[in-house]
């Protein structure tokens, strides 16, 4: 059984995507909405890891390090400036967010296969976050977009 790979690679997605969450809030505080709600969306996601500590216990838990790179995505290491800036910083965190869903739906599926309802509930509980993460950032990349592409800094 191979679970304990996607299970590493969720707990160390939701890591990384807490700490671009929270890079995004320090890089772009002057934006009161991404300030607060990106600390928000970082506690949501360090709740998603006490989530996910039972079930790697019960299944164990696979460095995803040990995984060819292309499984795994990096985080914000420093914040862009400007309008484009935030807008390239949120489009990077989106990327990380999807690639956080889609590990959960992969889970999703190998708990229908276990009948396991624990693991069941946690996805269902957690995914649910994540899409909303996913449409917040969505929403505010919409919004940053006509600003940060056609107005001259």
Not at 37 to 66: F, I, M, W
């Amino acid at each position: 059984m191979n679970l304990h790979l996607y299970l590493g690679l969720l707990h160390k997605g939701e890591q990384t995507l807490a700490e671009s969450f929270r890079q995004v809030s320090e890089g772009h505080g002057a934006e009161p909405d991404i300030h607060f709600l990106c600390q928000t969306l970082a506690k949501q996601c360090d709740h998603h890891e006490d989530v996910l500590r039972p079930l790697a216990e019960r299944y164990g838990e696979d460095s995803p390090d040990n995984e060819p790179e292309r499984l795994h995505a990096d985080g914000l290491s420093k914040t862009r400036s400007g309008p484009v800036g935030l807008l390239r910083d949120l489009q990077d965190v989106y990327v990380l967010a999807s690639l956080v869903d889609m590990t959960w739906t992969v889970v999703a599926q190998a708990g229908s296969a276990l009948r396991d309802e624990e693991l069941l509930a946690a996805v269902e509980s957690c995914q649910k976050e994540t899409q909303t993460q996913l449409a917040w950032l969505k929403t505010r990349m919409k919004q940053a977009a006509p600003q940060a592409l056609l107005v001259a800094e």
